[in-house]
């Protein structure tokens, strides 16, 4: 029986260093702000771009849409977020930040960039600059290798924020 060899897995390493990176966000945004699991990632996603879907700011946040009911059910009621039915479709809801949320979002992103550069603590630009290519070379064959199989990659959704301005683009 075949094994794989786990050192040698990108794979692992990139789910690995996105999980502890995740994890360290969510230590200090939890302390500062008392915002614990997903709370933090719907507020950044909504000061991307307000009034999205539910299932937009799953995908933004890679949960499954079901998941973020609760989540937002306990936001809404503790004054972060507020709904509203989509005129388009009344089966949707629309998600908007509150000025509680909003007020909090330039410490929270202060906070996100701490941690990003600790990080990327010791790394040079030169090998920032490989590593993001690199990761930019494996979304592509992954995603050609969906499409070949005749499955739909997901849009990309960070690219689709019309309504910001560069300043905000840049610190996140």
């Given at each position: 029986?075949?094994?794989?060899?786990?050192?040698e897995?990108?794979?692992?390493?990139l789910?690995?260093?996105?999980?502890?990176?995740?994890?360290?966000?969510?230590?200090?945004?939890?302390?500062?702000?008392?915002?614990?699991?997903?709370?933090?990632?719907?507020?950044?996603?909504?000061?991307?771009?307000e009034?999205?879907?539910?299932?937009?700011?799953?995908?933004?946040?890679?949960?499954?849409?079901?998941?973020?009911?609760p989540?937002i059910d306990?936001?809404?009621?503790?004054?972060?977020?507020t709904?509203?039915?989509?005129?388009?479709?009344?089966?949707n809801?629309?998600?908007f930040?509150?000025?509680?949320?909003?007020?909090?979002?330039?410490?929270?992103?202060?906070?996100?960039?701490?941690?990003?550069?600790?990080?990327?603590?010791?790394?040079?630009k030169k090998?920032?600059e490989?590593?993001?290519?690199?990761?930019?070379?494996?979304v592509?064959?992954?995603?050609?290798?969906?499409?070949?199989?005749g499955?739909?990659?997901?849009?990309d959704?960070?690219?689709?924020?019309?309504?910001?301005?560069?300043?905000?683009?840049?610190?996140?």
């Open positions: 029986m075949k094994t794989l060899d786990l050192k897995s990108i794979g692992l390493l789910k690995t260093s996105a999980k502890t990176w995740e994890k360290a966000a969510e230590m200090e945004l939890s302390e500062r702000f008392g915002l614990a699991g997903s709370k933090w990632k719907i507020i950044v996603a909504l000061s991307l771009k009034g999205i879907t539910q299932k937009h700011i799953a995908d933004m946040v890679f949960v499954e849409a079901p998941t973020l009911v989540i306990r936001m809404e009621k503790e004054g972060y977020l709904r509203q039915a989509d005129p388009k479709d009344r089966r809801n629309l998600i930040m509150t000025q509680k949320s909003k007020k909090i979002v330039d410490p929270m992103i202060d906070c996100i960039l701490e941690i990003r550069n600790m990080g990327l603590n010791k790394i040079s090998d920032m490989i590593a993001k290519k690199v990761l930019t070379q494996i592509g064959n992954t995603e050609e290798f969906i499409r070949q199989k499955e739909n990659t997901d849009p959704i960070w690219t689709d924020l019309q309504n910001k301005s560069q300043k905000t683009l840049v610190k996140l």
